[in-house]
């Protein structure tokens, strides 16, 4: 259902994550040079960003990128599920449930943390998160981008 991604996968994700920016999910507007330098990133090295590439019956369906950073907070690894999309014509079909399971499964021993976004209005994603025991934070969160 899953896999990481490679080299080849470089058209790809850029051609997942432009649909995926160009959703209401996102803020921020489709940018090549921000795709490659994540790219690159996750082709590196894990330490960082870990990305997937999610697949039902042999169809490309959707991506995913793990980030990761230590939470002086939690004093240990924070894993951020910071992208997962599946393509419209492959949800419900249990990726996105595999994946997160998948997660658990391989980081629960290592991380203190799995947190994720969602937007307010994705009532199927919300139901799925919940059923996986996430749990919604009690503060908002704020942003600043001092290069922009």
């Known amino acids: 259902m899953f896999r990481k991604m490679q080299q080849g996968d470089r058209a790809l994700y850029h051609a997942l994550a432009t649909e995926f ?4 999910a996102i803020l921020t507007e489709p940018d090549e040079a921000l795709f ?3 790219f690159q990133e996750m082709m590196r090295r ?8 999610l697949e039902h019956e042999g169809e490309s369906a959707g991506y995913a990128i793990l980030a990761k950073y230590f939470s ?7 894993l951020w599920v910071d992208e997962l999309y599946i393509r419209p014509g492959f949800r419900s079909h249990g990726l996105g449930s595999a994946f997160l399971s998948y997660v658990q499964e391989q980081y629960g021993d290592k991380a203190k943390r799995i947190r994720l976004e969602v937007d307010v209005d994705n009532e199927r994603a919300i139901s799925l998160y919940h059923s996986m025991g996430f ?14």
């Open 72 to 78: 002086p907070e939690l004093g240990g690894l924070l």
């Open 21 to 24: 920016y160009n959703t209401d």
């Open 135 to 148: 749990e919604v934070l009690p503060y908002q969160q704020m942003t600043l981008d001092p290069s922009i």
């Open 46 to 53: 894990d330490t960082y960003l870990e990305g997937f590439v």
């Open 36 to 38: 490659e330098a994540s």
